[in-house]
């Protein structure tokens, strides 16, 4: 069974479109993310979730918005898309905080979006 | 704010030759250090952490790394590398409690047959 699931893997579509991208971990983990890992594999945090409650959120556009239905989905709508919004994202969960000794995370396979 | 400086972009290596990656940190209290390394195509994958106790940790495939807090450095080593090791690693850092991991800009490893 997928760990962290993400979907769809490949999405290609024009600018000024609004797509979502879905996020689903089986893992019991409190915690999820996105990553943008960029054309020069930099990763850069977006977001995160900690039981539904956004406790991260970087410098980005408000064309992104984060959707935490639950503890174990954590979805990426974006509106208006841009060229410059081409990239892989990554979706990422961990057991963090409290008496948790696991750190890390555990990433999904990554949506890799392509705006033309 | 937390940094990771990975200095080597990339490195080219012949099949068992050592090999050493550098990680430095800037941040000067608690820490959480991490490697993960991301297959041509495929997400990343954890390879080894270091929270606390023995500063020398070793993950999967062989790697290992050495957290010496003196010099905020987390290198990875492996001592014979293969050709499948060929991959981008990525050193990443947590600082204190706080759950962001920031990562370093990655390195692109290349194991020549």
């Known amino acids: 069974d997928t760990a962290v699931s993400q979907t769809p893997k490949y999405l290609v579509t024009q600018m000024g479109n609004d797509k979502s991208i879905k996020c689903e971990q089986n893992?019991?983990?409190?915690?999820m993310y996105w990553y943008k890992q960029d054309s020069k594999k930099f990763l850069k945090i977006m977001f995160s979730?900690?039981?539904?409650?956004?406790?991260i959120n970087e410098t980005v556009p408000n064309r992104f918005s984060p959707k935490s239905p639950d503890k174990a989905h954590l979805n990426l709508h974006i509106n208006s898309l841009e060229l410059g919004d081409s990239a892989v994202y990554f979706c990422?969960?961990?057991?963090?905080?409290?008496?948790?000794?696991?750190?890390?995370?555990?990433f999904g396979s990554g949506t890799r979006l392509t705006v033309v | 704010a937390q940094s990771v400086s990975q200095h080597n972009h990339h490195v080219i290596l012949s099949e068992a030759a050592s090999l050493e990656l550098g990680c430095n940190y800037s941040y000067g209290g608690t820490v959480n250090l991490f490697w993960y390394v991301q297959y041509p195509g495929q997400h990343l994958q954890l390879l080894l952490k270091y929270f606390s106790g023995d500063p020398l940790v070793k993950g999967i495939k062989g790697f290992e790394a050495e957290f010496i807090k003196s010099k905020f450095s987390f290198n990875l080593r492996k001592p014979s590398v293969q050709w499948s090791d060929t991959a981008e690693y990525f050193c990443?850092?947590?600082?204190?409690?706080?759950?962001?991991?920031?990562f370093g800009t990655g390195t692109k490893l290349q194991v020549i047959p």
């Open positions: 990422a969960s961990s057991q963090g905080g409290g008496r948790a000794r696991d750190y890390g995370y555990t």
């Open positions: 893992l019991g983990h409190d915690t």
């Open positions: 990443a850092v947590r600082s204190g409690g706080y759950q962001k991991v920031t």
């Open positions: 979730y900690n039981n539904k409650e956004l406790i």
